[in-house]
């Protein structure tokens, strides 16, 4: 009897001591993702002060199925002037102004149109803790969608659109080190971001709201970035 408990007390050793790695691989994944996350949601030209039409679904689904997340809708007038710089402005001031109190708060920005423009204009400016803490950015029908990056793609997850630019890529483009954090999709045709087979705000570029493939693409980029 006492042989057999030994060595039952054995076998039980050798196998806490196998399970002891995956258990600690587990909590090594969830200490990684964002408990408490803000989406800042930069609207297009024409669109009312709220929540773009563009990520509504996207942002309604991403914080019913990922906890902690709110939406944070940038402050500016979004007017045919094509003048983005007070949009750009709140997004540096409403991720800097939410690490002071909170600095372990992580942010997805989004970015439709124009505010797709305002968004990449703040990327310059969002370094040190501010570039650390913002985890992706997801943005369609941008102006400045410029040729060839690793981030570009079309609303099916495909490469139609990766080599052509949009109407105000001459202004500037996403910076090499946000590259691997950004999605920059833009529909086949979209005369905004693919100026190669569309001209201008055309019926293409107004898809995106009701688009499946892109609602589907914003939520998985922005779980995955949250280390979901």
């Keep these: 009897m006492h042989a057999n408990a030994l060595l039952s ?6 196998l806490s001591a196998h399970a002891a790695p995956a258990a600690e691989a587990t909590v090594d994944k969830r200490a990684g993702a964002c408990s408490s996350y803000t989406i800042i949601n930069t609207r297009g030209t024409g669109e009312m002060q709220g929540e773009s039409s563009g990520f509504v679904a996207i942002n309604r689904r991403l914080t019913a199925e990922v906890p902690g997340g709110k939406v944070y809708n940038t402050v500016y007038l ?6 983005s710089a ?24 989004q970015g439709y149109s124009q ?11 969002l370094t040190g803790a501010s570039f650390d803490a913002v985890k992706g950015a997801f943005l369609i029908g941008n102006p400045m969608h410029k040729a060839g990056l690793a981030c570009n793609i079309d609303v099916n997850g495909g490469a139609t659109t ?15 080190n946000w590259i691997s954090k950004t ?3 833009c529909a086949f045709g979209d005369g905004v971001c693919d100026t190669a087979h569309g001209v201008g705000i055309n019926a293409v570029h107004l898809t995106y709201p009701t688009n499946a493939g892109s609602q589907k693409l914003g939520v998985e980029f922005a779980k995955k970035q949250l280390g979901v």
Excluded: Y
């Design 9 to 14: 007390l054995v076998s039980v050793l050798a």
């Design 78 to 83: 979004a007017d045919a002037s094509q003048n």
């Design 86 to 109: 007070l949009g750009t402005a709140d997004i540096v001031n409403k991720v800097a102004s939410t690490l002071r109190t909170n600095p372990d708060e992580c942010f997805i920005l």
């Design 115 to 125: 505010g797709a423009a305002a968004t990449v204009n703040a990327m310059g400016r």
């Design 162 to 176: 990766k080599n052509v630019n949009g109407l105000s890529v001459f202004l500037g483009s996403i910076p090499q």
């Design 183 to 185: 999605m920059d999709v």
